[in-house]
């Protein structure tokens, strides 16, 4: 499992804060670019977090140093 991995799952976040980073990029260009984008990467990005966080509750082969606030 690739997930299983202490550092490949700290990157896992990182394609939904780009979307959200690029709909605050695209705002001054009006809200039906920025919209999307922004809900999109917000879905996703609640979606990584509920992942990790069962990963650390259901497995036991994270120890307390492999949470960190990174």
């Given at each position: 499992m690739?997930?299983?991995s202490n550092r490949n799952l700290r990157f896992s976040p990182t394609f939904s804060?780009?979307?959200i980073l690029l709909s605050?990029?695209?705002l001054p260009f009006g809200m039906q670019a920025s919209f999307p984008l922004w809900a999109i990467g917000?879905?996703?990005h609640l979606?990584?977090?509920l992942f990790v966080l069962s990963l650390w509750?259901?497995?036991t082969t994270f120890d307390i140093q492999h949470s960190n606030p990174s």
């Open positions: 690739a997930w299983a804060i780009s979307l605050l990029a695209l917000t879905i996703f979606g990584f977090t509750t259901n497995y």
